[in-house]
């Protein structure tokens, strides 16, 4: 794996995602500014360098600081749920909101 740059695997809003430095991630809506830095503790693996660490649930010492590109809501979905024969219908919509975060660097333990 060498000349490969380093990756990790993070756990944001009970969800997984491998990132690399430069990579752009929608996440579930979390707190914080246009442009402010995150930094995100819940690194599960690290993948890359001399040989990849693999925590349990979590590397210790092992962090990602990513900044925040956007907040705002994702495409309208609807739901429509209806009862054969019995002239029952019912149509809702929902707008998920997300934070896109840019990854900047990989901070390893």
């Known amino acids: 794996m060498r ?15 491998t990132v690399k430095e430069g990579d752009v991630i929608r996440v579930e809506k979390m707190d914080g500014e246009l442009g402010q830095t995150v930094k995100i503790d819940s690194v599960m693996a690290l993948i890359g360098g001399e040989e990849p660490k693999f925590g349990s649930p979590f590397v210790q010492g092992a962090s990602v600081e990513a900044r925040v590109k956007r907040q705002g809501r994702a495409k309208k979905i ?27 660097k990989i901070i390893t333990a």
């Open 78 to 104: 609807f739901v429509f749920r209806y009862k054969p024969k019995k002239r029952i219908r019912t149509k809702t919509g929902h707008r998920q909101h997300y934070t896109e975060l840019e990854i900047d």
């Open 3 to 17: 000349g490969e740059s380093m990756s990790a695997i993070i756990k944001i809003g009970g969800k997984q995602f």
